[in-house]
């Protein structure tokens, strides 16, 4: 069965940098799209960055310039690289195995993807 986790949340102040890991079993990185989302809200699940068997990348608005994707297909990890962090970057970061590239109406997780992790908590401080 194909299960993700994610690791490496915390608490940081604003301008400072975390990297998440999401460590994936029972996929094949060449076939799945591997994306990060954030609940922030109660009202959409939003869209981050996904990542392509190819390692091509995409990004939303909120987080261009500041997050980078990348992932180990040895290792079936992905990582999101994030720095200038903001107040409002603070939420529950999960990632997913083939979700869509737009943010969800609604909570996180969601039945738009196949696989998500349980998310692990950001919270940055001004």
């Known amino acids: 069965e194909a299960q993700v986790a994610e690791t490496g949340g915390g608490s940081v102040q604003a301008g400072g940098s975390l990297r998440l890991t999401c460590t994936a079993s029972g996929l094949s990185f060449e076939d799945t799209y591997m994306g990060w989302y954030r609940q922030a809200s109660d009202n959409a699940c939003e869209f981050l960055s996904i990542i392509r068997g190819d390692g091509s990348t995409s990004y939303g608005d909120s987080v261009k310039g500041r997050f980078t994707i990348s992932q180990d297909s040895v290792r079936l990890s992905v990582y999101l690289q994030m720095n200038s962090l903001k107040p409002e970057d603070t939420g529950v970061y999960y990632c997913?195995?083939?979700?869509?590239?737009?943010?969800?109406?609604?909570?996180?997780?969601?039945?738009?993807?196949?696989?998500w992790g349980r998310g692990t908590q950001v919270t940055v401080s001004s």
């Open positions: 997913a195995a083939d979700g869509p590239r737009y943010t969800i109406p609604g909570s996180c997780p969601s039945t738009r993807a196949y696989r």
